[in-house]
């Protein structure tokens, strides 16, 4: 169990991070939102205790968090990048070590994950060597290879194509199911959609949105309505029913206004033009954050 | 843990270090490359000229001409007969000898006043550049004639007052811990300066080397990696702890390789090569290498971790440069009189007196407070600059997307945690 009480981050005048409280239950993945400079990375360095916070608290599995705590987390930042010169299983083996595992567990450890990977015959290959795919799976591989009770995900999908992004959603999942807790920072509301149980939205360092992805999309989605037709149907802009419309020219979406219901625009379609798909939408946790921060978000 | 954590460090820095093929290359050629820039210019100056025969005219005054014709046989002077410079025109002629320096038939000519004992200074004619050497020979010679002749003109007897007046020679002895020795002042000389350079170069480059590993370290994102596992300031000592153990390796791997040169090689070979002192000199440069790595290093580890490229680690390193850079430009002062009130001050300045308390140590002769003050100021700035140094390095190695001033570098030694 993660615990955040009322933490602060001040570097000069700027405020990273200010009273920010959450939770992270054990077994959960949980997902840290919000756009760039929202305080994301500044949270997850205080948490790592890689930087102290001004104020407040951190407690992990019931104590403030120390160093020793490190051992038992794994982290994969934001910001990557392994040595160059050094062998993926040198690198490994390293890392390894670093938090306190030895050279046998590591090598016993990797195996699985490099074949996972299909990066078994990449072993004693040179970082440089290496795709920005591969490389950002032997991170991966760095994060979790000493067995954490606790995994630190920032921005785990960032860059990478559509193959590799399943390959390591996947795997994330699956460490989630193994037992680990997952702590996952990202912008992508999709990817956080997927994956997360429960999610915090931050911006300008403080907490805007928290609670279980069911929860926040019941709280704060407004329904929504796509039509894909044939003819003019920019007369819905004008229509009671329709608070704010996106529209292209053979396809609309519809935000629809409090009280009322689909049903009134599909018969205000009838007749006018040739619906070919009419579908309500469930809010999605990306438009609930433009929704939410779209004026706001200057951070 | 901690410490096992930072060994770890520290064999990894080590290993990225020492495995590669700079490292190997430097370690081999560095002797010789040290040597040959730092030796072999003083050594030239000192010999240049010998054995270069220069041949001079002389015109005027025909009567001197013929005492000054003998004193010039057996130098490194051969005066030009009439005979050769016939073609250009008249001997006594100064365009003539002109025409001939152009030719190249002739080096210089000295241009001899009517009244020899009566003048000042006589002209000595040169085409090419200013052998300082050559006319302080050709000076010696025409002096001492002169003054012969004005003996002689005041009734005395040349040969006999210039043996009176000739003053003695020195020979100089060093008293050392071990007794008496003899001064071999040139062998001194060539150590000081071999042994300096190889200490600035040494200081300099793994300066500039763990400055460049920590912003690799940074720019190439490893850094958050690393600080998930281990502190900052564990992560900068394990750096700096395996820089110096490889640099050690290779201090290890010269001194051998003196020693190889100097005990086997040389003798074989029937050289007469020397390094001023004893083992004790070995002993000075690698503790003085250390202070000095220590100290350099960790500035260079701040400003690395303060740097966003390479091109804004050599500005910010411009200042420390500076430091290093000073006892190199006073090296003909310091040797010139290494005990005086400038190497005196520069051998207790903390950023200054590794390089010179040591150059002072081999050709000096310091007092004993001297180098305890020097050695107590050099670990207090060390401990000092390595504190100030992990504070800078714990925030700006997290720091990206913008140069900071030198104000804000300043203001991070504040930052908490």
Redesign the interface.
């Known amino acids: 169990m993660l615990k955040v009480t009322e933490i602060r981050k001040t570097f000069g005048e700027t405020i990273a991070v200010d009273s920010l409280s959450f939770e992270n239950p054990p077994g959960e993945i949980f997902g840290l939102l919000g756009p760039n400079g929202a305080g994301k990375s500044t949270t997850i360095r205080m948490i790592m205790n890689i930087i102290a916070p001004d104020s407040g608290t951190i407690h992990f599995q019931g104590s403030p968090i120390t160093e020793d705590d490190k051992n038992r987390i794994g982290y994969l930042p934001e910001e990557r990048g392994l040595y160059g010169k050094v062998t993926v299983h040198d690198m490994l083996v390293y890392l390894a070590a670093l938090k306190g595992t030895s050279k046998e567990d590591a090598e016993q450890a990797m195996s699985p994950w490099l074949e996972r990977f299909e990066l078994s015959a990449w072993r004693d290959k040179k970082i440089e060597e290496l795709s920005k795919g591969m490389a950002q799976k032997i991170q991966l591989i760095s994060a979790v290879i000493h067995d954490p009770e606790f995994v630190f995900l920032d921005e785990p999908f960032s860059g990478l194509d559509p193959v590799s992004t399943d390959v390591l959603r996947e795997a994330v999942v699956d460490l989630n199911r193994g037992g680990k807790t997952v702590f996952f920072s990202t912008h992508n509301m999709d990817q956080a959609e997927r994956v997360c149980h429960s999610i915090l939205i931050m911006n300008k360092g403080n907490a805007v949105i928290q609670g279980s992805v069911a929860d926040v999309k019941s709280r704060y989605g407004k329904r929504s309505v796509a039509v894909e037709f044939d003819g003019d149907a920019s007369f819905l802009r004008g229509h009671p029913a329709v608070n704010r419309s996106i529209e292209f020219p053979r396809w609309v979406e519809l935000e629809l206004a409090d009280g009322h219901e689909p049903d009134e625009v599909l018969a205000a379609l009838a007749g006018r033009v040739k619906v070919r798909r009419f579908e309500v939408l469930a809010p999605s946790l990306h438009k609930i954050f433009v929704d939410e921060l779209g004026g706001a978000k200057d951070a | 843990?901690?410490n096992?954590?930072m060994l770890?460090?520290a064999g990894?820095e080590f290993r990225?270090t020492a495995n590669?093929r700079a490292f190997v290359i430097f370690t081999i050629l560095g002797p010789f490359l040290i040597a040959a820039i730092s030796i072999l210019p003083s050594y030239l100056a000192m010999n240049s000229g010998a054995g270069n025969e220069q041949s001079i005219a002389l015109v005027g005054n025909a009567a001197l001409q013929a005492e000054l014709e003998p004193a010039f046989e057996g130098s490194q002077f051969r005066v030009a007969r009439p005979a050769e410079l016939a073609g250009y025109g008249s001997p006594e002629d100064e365009t003539t000898l002109r025409s001939a320096m152009q030719d190249g038939a002739i080096d210089a000519y000295i241009v001899l006043p009517a009244i020899a004992t009566g003048s000042e200074s006589f002209r000595y004619v040169t085409g090419g550049g200013a052998n300082f050497q050559m006319i302080g020979a050709a000076e010696a010679i025409v002096g001492q004639v002169v003054v012969s002749l004005r003996l002689a003109e005041a009734g005395f007897e040349p040969n006999e007052v210039l043996s009176l007046s000739r003053p003695p020679g020195m020979d100089v002895v060093r008293l050392t811990e071990g007794g008496e020795q003899d001064a071999d002042l040139t062998s001194a000389l060539f150590t000081a300066l071999g042994f300096t350079f190889l200490l600035y170069m040494t200081i300099l480059l793994y300066g500039q080397s763990i400055g460049a590993s920590v912003l690799r370290?940074k720019s190439?994102?490893?850094?958050?990696?690393?600080?998930?596992?281990?502190?900052?300031r564990d992560l900068l000592v394990g750096k700096v702890l395996g820089k110096a153990a490889a640099s050690l390796l290779q201090y290890a791997i010269w001194i051998l390789m003196s020693v190889l040169f100097l005990r086997v090689l040389s003798p074989a070979l029937g050289l007469n090569i020397q390094i001023a002192g004893g083992s004790e000199h070995f002993g000075y440069l690698v503790g003085f290498f250390l202070a000095a790595f220590f100290l350099y290093s960790s500035v260079y580890a701040a400003l690395g971790a303060s740097a966003e490229d390479e091109q804004h680690l050599s500005q910010l390193a411009w200042p420390v440069i500076m430091f290093l850079i000073i006892p190199m430009v006073m090296i003909g002062a310091i040797t010139n009189n290494p005990d005086g009130a400038v190497p005196q001050f520069l051998s207790i300045f903390p950023l200054t007196s590794p390089i010179v308390m040591f150059q002072r140590l081999i050709i000096g002769s310091p007092e004993a407070w001297e180098v305890i003050a020097c050695m107590s100021l050099l670990l207090l700035t060390i401990a000092v600059v390595a504190l100030l140094g992990a504070k800078i390095f714990r925030v700006g190695i997290?720091m990206?997307g913008k140069r900071p001033t030198a104000r804000e570098i300043l203001?991070w030694v504040r930052?908490?945690?």
């Open positions: 843990m901690r096992s954590k770890k460090v990894m990225l590669n370290e190439s994102k490893t850094v958050e990696i690393m600080l998930s596992s281990i502190r900052s997290l990206t203001r930052y908490k945690g």
